[in-house]
């Protein structure tokens, strides 16, 4: 399993497409399904609990799935939160599969100039999107550390949760594991 990670325009699913191409995977990418089912609304992505997180996790059942019959699968959902990566690798494991963070760092010059390109050339793939969101958006998003990278141990889940499924479960209320 590919974990594709970043920014919006970042270059996730021009990475993801390369991806599954090379690896004859199933790409998963959580905003084609979100845009076609519930419209680009970024509110949905502020409701724990909401629209984006019942999606993915059904999305997550899907790939479980695709690699317990040997499929390798791409995720790309963002991904910003390291306890996301985190019960991700523990759940693909759990699969008997592997799991590879992808990380693309973009500057913040870069990151604007695209997703300004992109509301003008294709407004309804994707979600509005402000400079002050670009803003908000790179300090809450936790960057890949080195263990991520380079698949070392995954770490415990936070307090209060037992387990990686526990937390994934209540996180992404849809998804069976
Ligand atoms: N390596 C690259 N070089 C130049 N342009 C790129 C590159 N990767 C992506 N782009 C362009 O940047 C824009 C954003 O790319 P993409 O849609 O892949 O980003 P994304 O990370 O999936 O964004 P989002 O999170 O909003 O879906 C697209 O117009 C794409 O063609
Ligand atoms: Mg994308």
């Not at 979100?34 to 502020?46: C, E, K, M, P, T």
């Not at 899907?62 to 019960?87: K, N």
């Not at 994707?126 to 770490?155: H, Y």
């Amino acid at each position: 399993m590919f974990l594709v990670v970043g920014l919006p325009g970042a270059g996730k699913t021009t990475r993801a497409e390369e991806l599954a191409a090379a690896a004859h995977a199933l790409r998963l990418t959580a905003d084609e399904w979100h845009i076609s089912l519930f419209g680009n609304v970024i509110g949905d992505f502020q409701r724990p609990g909401g629209e984006r997180w019942v999606l993915e996790g059904r999305l997550i059942s899907v790939a479980l799935q695709a690699l317990r019959r040997g499929m390798s699968v791409v995720l790309d959902f963002g991904l910003w939160g390291r306890d996301e990566r985190s019960a991700l690798r523990w759940l693909a494991r759990s699969a008997g599969a592997s799991c590879q963070v992808v990380y693309l760092p973009v500057d913040k010059d870069l990151q604007i100039a695209r997703i300004v390109h992109r509301q003008a050339t294709a407004p309804d793939e994707t979600f509005p999107m402000s400079a002050a969101d670009v803003d908000r958006w790179r300090e809450q998003f936790q960057a890949p550390d080195a263990a991520e990278l380079d698949g070392g141990e995954i770490p415990a889940p936070p307090p209060g949760w037992q387990s990686w499924p526990e937390w994934a479960e209540d996180h992404w209320p849809t998804c069976t594991l």
